[in-house]
């Protein structure tokens, strides 16, 4: 039997991510908290070689880190008809025969080597009546005992040639804007996809309070996310997440979507992929990101309960992250590179009324320091007036100093500017007629929620005006 483990938390996206598609495919597992089981969050760090990265997924005692839906699929043989397991051996040839024809058509497959693992030889015994015939298959739990390839291609539909649905739109990311220009253009009766390559809900859902979204004087930047996804369900939209569109090309009037999972067919493609966070660029950033480097409170700052952190930044974002780090954690210790905060009055008169915060401004970060275990240490930052460097200790950091758009998969397909943003004219057109532009990506955006739905109604309406 298929042991899995998922150790993760309930604000991690990627968890979230990984639970969907689990509970989808009606696979169960075991879910294990780290927040709540310190040895847990000890394994994982085991794991990981010290990283406290989540999910990690132990599958029948192997683990892997962060697993795409991808991925889970192939491990898992995870299908369109379902999830199919083959119990077999290496040197079993027509155990090779059913392997190569299923990996030559694209069909994930769980292998059970029944020489590895007693309760598999066990589970064929019984399926056998106390015989040990293999291949023996699985297909939602109907066993078949050495299916022949005539017999795999009607169980699993095979046929190289079978269209593609086409979609009217296709929209590359599930954040705010994609959410709602879904949620308008399924007004319209135009079917529309969602592709997000890690959790819906971009980077709001990361944001542990939003003040400043109409309608709500406080609510989770979680809770707003959901809502928008079951409205956008509600109204017919279908959503797919771990699908990261690698490609866009034209076939005939269509555009073809590359993803790891497959392709795709659509009359209309709308990028609202976001942004990510930007880095500092300085010595030992990388081998620190996920041990002491972080880019969202929300996601790890429960890891620094009772702890020092430093925050690096001086805008809305590092503010308020410090503000909610400093909830619970013993110092949270602000470095700004300017004299002054680019953050909104709001933010900078709370800070003043917190006494667990430290602040350091005119100073500019230059190297993170490691300890004896290769962890994080502290930050080394020079003082932009004397030029004299210093040390600032914590047991972790968050950086938040801007964003970069996640448009790389794209250059060559629509006009980038030269910061990567992608320029658009009109209700969101871009350099290509049928495809639209919205969100954090788009050049002129207001990283803002309430910003990223006006986006999206925009870009509904060059959806309607080019189909219609």
Known sequence: MTEITLYGADWCPDCRRAKSYLKENNI???????????????????????????????????????????????????????????????WCPDCRRAKAYLSDNGVNFEFIDVDQH?????????????KRIIPTILLNNTPYTNPDNAKLKELLNIDANKEHKVYDSIIIGGGAAGLTTAIYAQRDR???LILEKKNI???????EKI?????????????????????????????KTGEEVSNISKKGELFELTTIMGTYLTKTVVLSTGSTYRKLGIPNESDLIGSGVHFCATCDGAFYRDKEVIVVGGGNS??????????????????????????SKTYIEKLETIDNIEVYTNHTPVEFSKNEKDLFKSIVVKDNQSGEQKEITADG?????????????????????????ITTQNLAETSVKGIFAAGDCREGAIAQVAAATGEGVLASYGIRNFLK
């Open 28 to 90: 169960s597992f075991n879910f294990i908290d780290v927040d709540l089981d310190k040895a847990a969050t000890e394994r994982v760090e085991a794991i990981n070689n010290g990283k406290r990265i989540i999910p990690t997924v132990i599958i029948n005692d192997k683990p892997y880190t962060n697993p795409n839906n991808a991925k889970l699929a192939s491990i898992l043989g995870i299908n369109p008809e379902g999830q199919l397991t083959l119990f077999g051996a290496d």
């Open 118 to 130: 007693d309760w598999a030889t066990d589970k064929v015994e019984e399926i056998n009546n106390g």
């Open 190 to 192: 135009f079917d529309t």
């Open 201 to 207: 809900g971009g980077n709001a859902f990361l944001t």
């Open 211 to 239: 003040e400043n979204y109409p309608g709500f004087n406080e609510i989770s930047g979680p809770k707003l996310m959901d809502r928008m996804e079951i409205q956008a369900k509600t109204y017919g939209a279908t959503i």
């Open 318 to 343: 590092a503010l308020e992250e410090g503000i909610f780090l400093a909830g619970f954690c013993k110092k949270v210790k602000i470095i700004n590179r300017s004299e002054t905060f680019k953050a």
């Open 397 to 421: 950091a968050f950086i938040f100093i801007g964003l970069i758009p996640n448009t790389k998969n794209f250059e060559g397909v629509v006009h980038l500017n030269e910061r990567g943003f």
